[in-house]
């Protein structure tokens, strides 16, 4: 990614409606879920600043992995303990074996090959272990955004279950999410696009705003998986060694 977009990562995660509530959302869906041990293991990988760290560490012991030498610095100071460094789908240093969960929260794109990645993961888990998985949705959506975030792809429902088989793994629990701001993003982003304005900013908007999408995105936290999600933003998958 480029170096302004962990910037700004660093300076909104813990008060930019999407960062805060999509961690309440996790949170829910692990707990539903993700049927982990007590004291489960767990790796983030792709962890950028550290800002689901904590809200991870609730289902167990953290171990993360960050590329970029800034955010690792601050996600092992959120840590305490130092954050890896090995990129997918190399994973060096990672032990066969060793989790009950990994997370690759809007990772895999980011990977040339995403198939390979998969692969690599899977076996970085015990038996019985899962991915949590989220993506970005839509490739017509396709914006400055992606492009600054070093996106390889955007995802439909087809194309991550393809890749999904592909390296082996089975899935379940598999939505579209951010879902209810779908339509205010979508008329936003075209919006952009014909007045030329299609750019990268994500900071987050007014104060007042920001609370009112944070709501709006918060509830879903009562709807993923109870009831079927119209097209989000997101798609959201537990997948495991078939």
């Known amino acids: 990614m480029d170096r302004i977009v962990y910037e700004r990562m660093a300076a909104h995660d813990t008060t930019h409606w999407w960062y805060r509530a999509r961690r309440e959302i996790l949170a ?17 990988i792709g962890c950028g ?24 610095a601050q996600a ?9 460094s090995s990129p997918l789908p190399e994973l060096e240093g990672v032990q066969p074996g060793s989790y009950d969960l990994v997370a690759v929260l809007d990772v895999v794109e980011h990977v040339e090959d995403d198939v390979a990645a998969l692969k690599a993961i899977a076996t970085a888990l015990k038996p019985g272990g899962k991915i949590l998985i989220t993506v970005p949705a839509h490739q017509w ?7 600054v975030n070093h996106h390889k792809r955007r ?6 279950i393809a890749a999904l088989d592909k390296a082996g793994l089975k899935w379940r ?24 304005k299609d750019d ?9 705003l920001n609370t009112v ?7 879903e936290r009562h709807l993923l998986g109870r009831v079927p999600m119209p097209p989000g933003l997101s798609i959201i998958v537990l997948a495991s060694p078939k």
Do not use: C
């Open 173 to 196: 629990k598999l939505h579209w999410f951010n879902s209810l701001l779908f339509p205010v993003a979508v008329a936003a982003r075209f919006a952009g696009k014909l007045m030329g």
């Open 200 to 208: 990268s900013d994500d900071s987050p908007p007014p104060k007042p």
């Open 141 to 147: 959506m396709w914006s400055a955004h992606d492009v």
């Open 49 to 72: 600043t550290g800002h689901n760290l904590p809200m991870l560490a609730q289902f167990g012991e953290i171990d993360a992995i960050e590329i970029d030498e800034t955010a690792a």
């Open 213 to 219: 999408f944070e709501g709006i995105f918060g509830l």
């Open 76 to 84: 092992s100071e959120r840590l305490g303990k130092k954050v890896g």
């Open 155 to 160: 995802y439909s429902k087809g194309t991550l």
């Open 28 to 44: 829910d869906y692990l707990t539903r879920f993700g049927d982990l041990p007590k004291d489960a293991r767990i790796l983030e």
